[in-house]
């Protein structure tokens, strides 16, 4: 065996830290000074579209908080008990988030090729404190009916949800309503459910008239009013998504297209947001329309989501080792890394997690687009991006026009000079 001398293995170590030291890695805080690159001729800002924000692997999974309302007659016919309607209602809550994990194949087109994605989001009934389970009963004699018809109907009257509505911006409310009592009454009177989306609201109807059906019976008529509580239109008609083909609304493949069609056949819709038999289905379009929402910093329905994207999940890392485009706005929980080969090119806004990063591997790239923008949305920080090779970040970290990063840790940027 041949023994390398003491004097050659000191002079390769200390070799071997000099080339270490060659490829110190250096924290970006402040793009101010930074030479901005010129964005491509004719670049449009994509994330507008509703497509592009459909959820995807990187798509941090969405709690929306709910909360019941249960509103009787001054007779208490109207509607369960408290503890009675609490049981069957926990069950239609369940059985609408089971039907959101079963997200279906679209019909229409007939023959298409839509993708079927997770909606990203299910739903939890939660209250505002402590020993408040998020279900309630109230009595009232002006509002314990929904009428959706006639001189009298009051299914767009908010006075119930001004009323009993608790913390509207942040849950959404839901109200069990009965049919007026003297309608029942009458034996050509048909209990039919029905709801009504209002702000971040809604009113539902026919549960308790319906009792004896099974609670799985309501799972599509609730995830259809969260539906439009969440920015969806009906789908039968110009909702804003091409893969929504406009329809004739047919309830099953034996309905007639209008009074004179012929029948519906295979030309009937399955979409959650249409009026058939199945609403199972969720397009990428819808699902993108919905998220693009919960990333709009302020908008009605992001304040109804747990933000989990405040808190750092230290379990997974984002790992980018191809070219990965974020076309929509998006917050992450998790730290990221670019590895080598690999290009993440950000052109909305991006929100990080407090502590956590992103990190540029050598021969990895990141690219912050024209008003792209890196924040912390929690009013906290983020600790910045890491560039592996101090010597090539020009190779590594690209930036156009207005893209900019704000909120990082100020002690350490104090630590690292600004480029």
């Not at 540029?360 to 910045?384: K, P, Y």
């Amino acid at each position: 065996m041949k023994y390398v001398p003491l004097f050659l293995f000191c002079l390769v170590t200390l070799l071997l830290c000099q080339c270490k030291k060659q490829k110190e890695s250096v924290l970006i805080s402040d793009l101010n000074g930074f030479v901005l690159q010129e964005e491509v001729e004719g670049y449009k800002r994509p994330c507008s579209q509703n497509i592009n924000c459909a959820p995807d692997e990187y798509t941090t999974k969405k709690t929306i908080r709910v909360n019941l309302h249960f509103i009787d007659s001054p007779e208490q016919n109207a509607t369960w008990p408290l503890t009675e309607g609490r049981d069957y209602l926990k069950k239609v809550i369940a059985n609408a988030n089971k039907r959101l994990g079963k997200n279906q194949k679209m019909f229409l087109p007939v023959g298409n090729d839509t993708p079927v994605l997770d909606p990203g989001f299910r739903y939890k009934i939660v209250g505002v404190e402590e020993g408040d389970d998020g279900f309630y009963y109230h009595i009232d004699s002006l509002h314990y009916f929904f009428i959706n018809k006639g001189k009298n109907r009051n299914n767009y009257s908010r006075d119930v949800m001004k009323k009993y509505a608790v913390a509207a911006d942040s849950i959404l409310n839901i109200f069990v309503i009965s049919h007026p009592q003297d309608s029942l009454s009458s034996k050509t009177y048909k209990a039919h459910g029905a709801g009504v989306a209002l702000g971040t609201s809604l009113k539902i109807t026919g549960l308790y008239s319906r009792r004896d059906d099974p609670p799985w019976s309501w799972g599509t008529l609730l995830n259809h009013e969260i539906g439009h509580v969440l920015g969806l239109a009906h789908a039968w008609g110009s909702d804003g998504c091409d893969d929504t083909p406009v329809h004739a609304n047919c309830w099953d493949r034996h309905a007639k297209r209008g009074s004179t069609g012929g029948p519906c056949g295979e030309g009937y819709s399955n979409n959650v947001m249409d009026y058939n038999n199945q609403q199972m289905a969720y397009t990428p379009c819808q699902l993108g329309k919905i998220h693009k929402s919960f990333h709009l910093m302020n908008s009605k329905t992001r304040g109804l989501i747990y933000d989990t994207w405040c808190d750092l999940d230290t379990t997974e890392t984002i790992m980018i080792d191809g070219k990965v485009e974020w076309l929509c706005a998006r917050d992450i929980n998790k730290n990221i890394v670019i590895a080598k080969g690999g290009e993440l090119h950000l052109h909305c806004r991006l929100g990080m997690a407090s502590g956590s990063g992103i990190k540029v591997s050598e021969g990895g790239q990141l690219h912050i687009h024209s008003h792209a923008r890196i924040n912390n949305a929690c009013g906290e920080t983020w600790e910045g991006i890491e560039l592996a090779d101090k010597k090539n970040v020009a190779k590594m970290l690209f930036v156009y026009g207005q893209g900019r990063i704000t909120e990082v840790k100020r002690q350490l940027a104090d630590k690292n000079p600004q480029l």
